[in-house]
């Protein structure tokens, strides 16, 4: 295992490492693909509005969150890429044989590195 990968998952490793941050990841796992806004996750694990920013903050400055806004609201969906390339690194940490990595197309490939540079602008009051 490259000390190149190992490097790679260990912010989202401490990232993960708080069970209020998994209770988020959850939730927005359970959302799907469409997201959802940071009210209704703060509203669903019971979590004050600054808290929540912390961590929401925390997880998309991974890469496993994605923010995107939608009118007046940042709404959350998870990174599958980045989500799948830690289980890849797990799975070769418990000696299992390497999982598939997924291939998107180019033109998804390109449009996925668009979304994280504008994703690094964001913040869940739109400013």
Request: hydrophobic share 50%; with cysteine; glycine share 8%.
């Amino acid at each position: 295992m490259a000390d190149q990968t190992a490097q790679q998952q260990v912010p989202i490793l401490a990232a993960l490492a708080q069970a209020t941050r998994l209770e988020i990841l959850a939730r927005v796992a359970g959302a799907g693909a469409k997201g959802v806004a940071a009210g209704d996750i703060a509203r669903s694990i019971r979590c004050p509005a600054s808290t929540l920013s912390f961590h929401l903050k925390e997880l998309s400055r991974t890469g496993i969150l994605e923010a995107r806004p939608r009118g007046r609201f940042i709404i959350y969906s998870l990174q599958r890429d980045a989500l799948d390339a830690l289980a890849r690194f797990i799975a070769g940490l418990a000696g299992v044989e390497a999982l598939p990595r997924p291939r998107k197309p180019a033109a998804a490939r390109s449009a996925l590195r668009r979304a994280a540079r504008d994703r690094a602008q964001l913040s869940m009051f739109g400013d």
